[in-house]
């Protein structure tokens, strides 16, 4: 997810202001189209997924433990092919800086990139803070400032944290975590608090957004550059999902209840079970779809593949491809089918992640550790881009629904 072999492309998407809380109706504004492209390094998707995975697993670990570890409104999202930035203003005046959007972590923080500029809002703390997130990590000091999201969305005195050191960011400038707000405890140093307010309690708090959730829409792309996301905070946009969104309790079971954790079962095609009720996460700073590794293996039987050195990624040939049936997860009795397309790398893009540009890979792959260990799938990019998501805060839930890119053939 973030090592400096990650191919950068900035994409900026939909930015959309809510009549009310509940469903957008007012137009869309689109916002003008950049693009960054970074390709040094080594490591694979599915390298950094799992580092990822092993680090998001020992964190809740730690958590359930009690042990301190280290009106709607849009905001326009961006595809680096591997996860997902916003542009975010922070000062006055604002400058604007690229984050990561994480549903995983919950600290906001800047200075992997460009540099803070500090202004008459800008307020250093006593505090030092430092995150690690598996495939990356930063230190440095805490801040309070003004946080300006989308045109006119503005949080005073957010805490940020601005970097003296960061591993694992080229090409951008660090993270807004939106996870649940527990995932903070323990990053700032001496300050005790049990936890810093992410930016969605603090407008929730101020009465600027009536729900404490966030809506998220990912669309498949083919390209390195194209429209394809959009982050609402307080509400969601009916215009992006088809059908009803149905909502699932987050999981009991840890280390996965620590983060956007559901229960789960996952099928292939029509009696092929590949992995029993079990808890696992929604998330969008993880780019595959990865599933224990017995799991794996059934689902690798099933389809015959076999994996490929040079990605890391399981591959098919394209007979094999011609065969492929649907996945299908069961989420608190809804079901919601990842079709053969869906389960594929884009075929255009082969060549960004180290491929062939005529093989044809799946995103489906190993978390790197057995089933019944608490957090035994990551639902990631892959898996979103095709379901629209409401991570509910409010009422500790998360919301899934069908959009006109579930059945698509894009890839």
Known sequence: MFSASSLIVTITLALAVAANPLAIREPLVTLPLAKRVNVTGTATLLQRDQARAQSLKRLGEASAGGVVSNAAIGVPATNQLVDYVVNVGV??????????????????????????????????????????????????KEYTDTVTLGSGLVIKGQSIGVASRADGFDGVDGILGIGPVDLTTGTLSPDTRTSIPTVTDNLFSAGTITQNLIAVSFEPTTSESSTNGELTFGGTDSSKFTGSISYAPITRTSPASAYWGIDQSVRYGSNTNILSSTAGIVDTGTTLTLLASDAIKRYQSATGAVLDNSTGLLRLTTAQFQKLQSLFFTINGQTFELTANAQIWPRNLNTAIGGNANSVYLIVGDIGSPSGEGLDFINGLTFLERFYSVFDTGNRRLGLAQTSFTQATTN
């Open 91 to 140: 000062g006055t005046p604002a400058t604007t800086y690229s984050l990561l959007v994480d549903t995983g972590s919950s600290n906001t923080w800047l200075g992997a990139g460009r540099s803070y500029v500090k202004t008459p809002s800008s307020v250093q703390t006593k505090d030092s803070v430092s995150v690690s997130y598996g495939s990356g990590e930063f230190s440095g």
